[in-house]
């Protein structure tokens, strides 16, 4: 049941550029509980978490944002760095084979990489 999360996320955003991980996380969070199918809000608790160091729990939650968007590039792109800083580049490669399958935006995905990475 999505609310006007635009706001909190922007917040989010925010604190997390300026440093405030656990004030960013709780906000986050707190709108993951209020719409835990939000493609969106689990990109962002995934690039908090890269962003903290803990590409375990990123992996998480790019993989839920890619269950509610299967060829979202930021969710992917997430994924893939996740993998990469776990050391499993092989399954990278297989989550890229696999989106690239299901109608991945090849040029949306490309843009991705043109900006800097969470942390």
């Known amino acids: 049941m999505p609310d006007d999360s635009p706001a909190p996320l922007a917040v ?3 604190l997390q550029a300026e440093g405030r ?3 960013a996380a709780e906000l ?3 709108a993951f509980r209020r719409d835990p199918a ?3 809000v689990a990109e962002d608790l995934g690039e908090l978490m890269l962003a903290a160091g803990d590409p375990g729990a990123a992996l998480d939650f790019f993989q839920r944002a890619r269950h509610a968007d299967p060829v ?3 969710a992917l ?7 990469r800083l776990l050391g499993r580049r092989d399954e990278a490669a297989r989550v890229l084979l696999v989106a690239l399958e299901g109608g991945l935006d090849e040029e949306a995905f490309g843009r991705q990489f043109a900006e800097p990475a969470a942390g």
């Open 21 to 23: 991980f656990l004030a």
């Open 77 to 83: 792109r997430g994924c893939l760095e996740a993998l």
């Open 72 to 74: 979202s590039p930021r």
């Open 12 to 14: 989010a955003r925010r």
């Open 38 to 40: 939000s493609a969106e």
């Open 28 to 30: 986050l969070l707190a």
